[in-house]
């Protein structure tokens, strides 16, 4: 069962998910044809340890860096290379970080410059699947509600919903219990309570929800290469409405000055 956190905890956890944000909308700022996913992988690194915090993910499971950077019909835990963004592609940015011995952990995806009608599609429904995610993340339910509701919002307009992969209770560790499914029964699951802090992280697909690791050993692909995006949320439990510990809105700033 997962530990319930107590208030001074969330607000931790609260500062984390902010600096993850924060590290973000850096990121956003850089994200342009002809970047290297290396380069925003740097920019995120330097950012976190200026703000006093580690990066969750380098060296986690032997992870090698501070962004999981996954593009196109690459699903998460993509790392970053020489690979040069361009026109078109989308990018999962994954970021974790670690600071007075609690993690924050959020992903967003971004469009590199123009994309096609398809892949902004999948965006916003990926978005929305999230948002109809947290809505049930309310004490009283349980995680099956969660997984139900983003399930049916992605499968309306005929997305998939990869299973292999799913949130988690974030904390001390970066991966508590319980597992949250974006797939699942109305009233299944362990019961939510108040207090429990859990990522929630849609991966979508555009096409099968079949997917399959690569030869690195990371690196998540959907089966068909048809592309895939994810966003995600750390959010806490509470009686009548999830506390969202994460926002999007310094990264919405960053994305609407470039327009
Ligand atoms: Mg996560
Ligand atoms: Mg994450």
Redesign the pocket.
């Known amino acids: 069962m997962n530990r319930l956190k107590s208030d001074e905890e969330i607000e931790i956890l609260r500062e984390n998910n902010l600096l993850v944000s924060q590290t973000l909308a850096e990121v956003a700022r850089h994200i342009r044809p002809g970047v290297t996913t290396r380069e925003l992988d740097r920019i995120a690194e330097e950012f976190i340890l200026d703000h006093g915090a580690i990066p969750g993910f380098k060296g986690y499971g032997g992870f090698p860096a501070t962004l ?1 950077t996954s593009v196109n019909d690459q699903v998460v835990h993509g790392i970053p290379s020489e690979y040069e963004l361009k026109e078109g592609d989308i990018i999962s940015v ?3 970080v670690i600071r007075n011995g609690f993690y924050g ?3 967003y995806t971004f469009a590199v410059g123009e994309v096609d009608p398809e892949k902004e599609e999948l965006m916003r429904v990926t978005r929305e699947c999230l948002e109809k995610g947290v809505e049930q993340a309310v004490a009283g339910n349980r995680v099956g509600d969660i997984g139900h509701a983003v399930q049916q919002h992605a499968e309306s307009h005929g997305f998939s919903v990869v299973r292999e992969l799913v949130g988690h209770g974030l904390g001390k560790k970066l991966h508590e219990p319980p597992e949250v499914p974006n797939f699942g029964k109305r009233g299944r699951g362990p019961k939510l309570r108040e207090g429990m802090v859990i ?1 929630i ?1 849609p991966m979508i697909n555009m096409g099968v929800k079949e997917v399959y690791q690569d030869r690195d050993g990371w690196t998540i692909h959907t089966a068909d290469r048809k592309p895939s995006a994810h966003y ?1 949320y750390a959010v806490a439990v509470r009686k009548n409405k999830a506390d969202i510990l994460t926002t999007f809105a310094y990264i919405e700033e960053v994305l609407k000055s470039k327009n």
């Open positions: 999981c994954d970021c974790g952990d959020s992903a990522c992280e995600e």
